[in-house]
């Protein structure tokens, strides 16, 4: 059974929107988890991590994401969507398991 | 510092023809990946390596060869092209220890007609 899920194939937000990119886990114990951005033609970069501590991580480009281990969650976040944000996202973790992308799209 | 490059990005062979994808990065990191990207699919591993002259199979690794004779190169063969290998191929490098990010190449576009 895959360990990371993203559960949207695409997420549409309008510009100045919160955002909200869902990713669940089943990485037994405590995960290192990930969140990677891919542009068209390019390869992926790197977001943010989680490893421990504060629940709340801050990343590049004004994103952040909430670790919840009830809920084994990992949703990527941004207060204010640009439409310069509209890419695939990626989340992963530290088996090397990626999900299967969730594309962001920022109308204007 | 380039970072990851990739070699070559783009290629077109057809069935049966064989072909080396080379990667290199200059970050000195130890650990180096080899992922597929298809449509719907996400990335999945084919292979990967711990360290110069060591290797390890990843989720996909059938139809797939790979060596690191080098810290800095990670070199992915096809032997024998097959059409369901047409995909997008990324390398990745990353620090030793698995709560580190990845590093990714630009990608390599292949296509097995």
């Known amino acids: 059974a895959q360990s990371v899920a993203q559960p949207e194939d695409q997420v549409n937000v309008a510009e100045g929107n919160p955002l909200t990119v869902k990713c669940t886990y089943s990485v037994s114990g405590n995960p290192y988890l990930f969140w990677y951005v891919q542009y068209p033609n390019r390869g992926l970069q790197f977001l943010l991590k989680?490893?421990?501590?504060?629940?709340l991580v801050k990343g590049s480009y004004g994103f952040e994401a909430e670790f919840n281990k009830s809920q084994t969650s990992f949703h990527l976040k941004k207060p204010s969507a640009l439409v310069s944000d509209s890419a695939l996202y990626f989340c992963a973790d530290s088996t090397l398991t990626f999900g299967k992308g969730t594309m962001l799209l920022v109308s204007p | 510092n380039a970072g990851v490059t990739q070699t070559p990005k783009f290629r077109v062979l057809k069935t049966g023809q064989s072909m080396t994808l080379l990667c290199a990065q200059d970050?000195?990191?130890?650990?180096m990946y080899w992922y597929r990207q298809d449509p719907g699919m996400g990335l999945r591993l084919i292979h990967y390596?711990?360290?110069?002259?060591?290797?390890a199979k990843g989720e996909v690794p059938d139809g797939y060869n790979v060596s690191r004779l080098k810290k800095q190169n990670f070199l992915l063969g096809l032997e024998s092209a097959a059409p369901s290998q047409t995909s997008v191929y990324f390398c990745?490098?990353?620090?030793?220890?698995?709560?580190?990010?990845?590093?990714f190449g630009p990608g390599t576009r292949l296509t097995v007609l």
């Open positions: 970050m000195n990191h130890e650990y």
């Open positions: 390596s711990v360290g110069e002259g060591t290797t």
């Open positions: 990745a490098s990353s620090y030793g220890e698995e709560a580190r990010e990845q590093f």
């Open positions: 989680y490893i421990t501590g504060d629940n």
